[in-house]
């Protein structure tokens, strides 16, 4: 009963993290008519820098040496993924931006594995990403311009999972969060700064961008953190697989974004390629902050 209780709040932590992050993504997009996706993006890493910096308290056990270089080129990643993947829900729907950035890890899981049987999931993803994008011919078609960002920061996270591994045998998993997550606010505060100026500031923009910065970032990695410390990795990743379904939904509910059925179907395949990848052996596990 007890072990059942634990893996029940392990579940729950997982699907709220997921709710958290997506709420968080919805809200920021409110942001962009204020200070568009380079100042929200400003907003969320210098608040999310600040907070993991209070919570792990990294000064304790900084880096040394040649060991920065892999905390900077993953700050550089995790800046990377945010302001791209903020510049493509600005264009795209929230559902179908998550799931063409979920070909990063997806990418990263499937390229590690040496089964034939994995191409199939490969497949899958592939269809789906055929199926998201735009047809030229139609004016309803998907934004090309979004699409293709929402794949580059698929490509960041990619980069996010493989240097964080790396960073993550020098330094616990919370001080290399707080590091990178500082280094990514070093680079992107100062162009949100710059583009945005004084509206940055406002009081009418500072609270929401804590909010921000909360949701997306500071909460669902630490119910992250709770959920691997209560569940096997695979189960863990195979509820993380959900996440571009439950973005769909919160754009939804919240931004009032409604897909077509052949959208769904895309997102579908995608999250089955994401479950299959899952079952790979000794599948790296590092989801986005």
Known sequence: ?????????????????????????????????????????????????????????????????????????????????????YLAIERIPLGIAVALEFTGPLAVALFSSKRKSDLFWVACAIAGILLLMPSLSSAQGLDIAGALMALGAGACWAGYILFGTRTGK??????????????????????????????????????????????????????????????????????MSLEPAIAALAGFVILSEQLTVLQWSAIGLVILASIGSSFTPKKAVEMGV
């Open 1 to 85: 009963m007890q072990i059942n209780r634990v893996l029940l709040t392990a579940v729950g932590s997982v699907l709220l993290a997921m709710v958290t992050i997506q709420s968080g993504a919805s809200l920021a997009k409110q942001l962009f008519p204020i200070v568009g996706p380079e100042g929200t993006t400003a907003l969320r890493l210098g608040f999310a820098a600040v907070i993991l910096w209070l919570v792990f308290r990294p000064w304790r056990a900084l880096p040394q040496g040649r060991d920065w270089q892999s905390i900077i080129i993953y700050g550089l990643c995790l800046g990377g993924m945010n302001i791209l993947f």
């Open 170 to 239: 020098q330094a616990s998993g919370g001080i290399t969060v707080a590091l990178g997550m500082t280094v990514a606010a070093i680079v992107l505060v100062p162009v949100g700064a710059v583009t945005q100026g004084l509206a940055l500031i406002s009081w009418e923009v500072l609270p929401l961008g804590l909010l921000v910065g909360v949701l997306s970032s500071a909460l669902p990695y630490s119910l992250e953190m709770v959920a691997l410390r209560n569940m096997p990795t695979q189960a863990f990743s195979v509820l």
